[in-house]
């Protein structure tokens, strides 16, 4: 991918011209092949909604790290458990005598 130009916006957030391959066009929009109704959506003048793509993408990643942050806290949780198990059925069963 290549920046060909560059379109000030003042206020806006600036714009940019790019050479790309069909290749990388694709796997920007979350493919790994090409598609026959990919074909479709590649026309010029196409708005490809990158930006929305890339924050899905965000979100899935910061999803993996808060559930392996969960997972840990459940397997301490369970190790807790298993460790005072024997004590609680020890209490419980002096409780019941």
Known sequence: MKILGFIPQGY??????????????????????????LDERLKIGADIPI???YDRLYEMANAEKDLMQI???????MD???????????????EGD
């Open 51 to 53: 930006a929305a793509m």
């Open 71 to 77: 997972s840990a806290k459940l397997k301490a949780a």
């Open 80 to 94: 807790f458990v298993d460790t005072a198990l024997p004590t609680i059925k020890s209490i419980v069963k002096k």
């Open 12 to 37: 806006a957030e600036n714009k940019y011209i790019l050479e790309t391959t069909k290749s990388e066009l694709i796997n920007l929009m979350g493919y790994r092949y090409t598609a026959k109704e």
